[in-house]
């Protein structure tokens, strides 16, 4: 599309602008930034506490848990916080892209909807992990 004396153009003015200090990051950056560590702080919370499912599970004998049901309590309880503060954090950001116009209101509910998709799918995974491994604990009993 471009010759490469465009490209080049075209680099050397993105770099005038970098320079003039034009790109100063938009308040919402560190907020996103901020959210998706915490989801993924919450994504690894998960799949270990998932993990420690299954490894309580497998035991032949519920009698020698090793503490497992109370780190799994434990874990299940700061899971349930972290997704709790990524909700509070997600709605403050909703509020802030209702807020921006432009292309950059569009590119916030754009980042908005992707971070609202992600803690969907944790949370699914919570509850799946959650509700089977209750069954699983219940059936055991009976």
Same mark, same amino acid.
């Given at each position: 599309?471009? @010759? =490469?004396?465009?490209?080049? $153009?075209?680099?050397?003015?993105? #770099?005038? !602008?970098?320079?003039?200090? !034009?790109?100063? /990051?938009?308040?919402? /950056?560190?907020?996103? =930034?901020?959210? +998706?560590?915490?989801?993924?702080?919450? =994504?690894?919370?998960?799949?270990?506490?998932? $993990?420690?499912?299954?490894?309580?599970?497998?035991?032949?004998?519920?009698?020698?848990?090793?503490? #497992?049901?109370?780190?799994?309590?434990? %874990?299940?309880? =700061?899971?349930?916080?972290?997704? $709790? @503060?990524?909700?509070?954090? %997600?709605?403050?950001?909703?509020?802030? *892209? @209702?807020?921006?116009?432009?292309?950059?209101?569009?590119?916030?509910? +754009?980042?908005?909807?992707?971070?609202?998709?992600?803690?969907?799918?944790?949370? $699914?995974?919570?509850?799946? *992990?959650?509700?089977?491994? %209750?069954?699983?604990?219940?059936?055991? #009993? #009976?």
């Amino acid at each position: 599309l471009y @010759s =490469e004396d465009a490209r080049v $153009s075209l680099l050397r003015e993105d #770099e005038q !602008d970098l320079e003039a200090g !034009d790109s100063v /990051a938009p308040a919402w /950056a560190g907020k996103v =930034e901020g959210l +998706n560590y915490q989801i993924s702080r919450a =994504e690894k919370k998960v799949e270990e506490l998932d $993990s420690l499912h299954k490894r309580h599970l497998s035991r032949p004998n519920m009698d020698d848990d090793d503490g #497992e049901e109370k780190q799994i309590q434990k %874990l299940t309880q =700061e899971t349930t916080a972290m997704f $709790s @503060s990524c909700q509070r954090q %997600l709605k403050q950001l909703q509020l802030q *892209s @209702s807020r921006s116009s432009g292309k950059e209101g569009v590119i916030v509910r +754009n980042i908005v909807i992707n971070l609202v998709n992600r803690m969907q799918d944790i949370t $699914s995974k919570f509850r799946l *992990s959650q509700g089977d491994y %209750l069954r699983r604990i219940k059936a055991r #009993e #009976e």
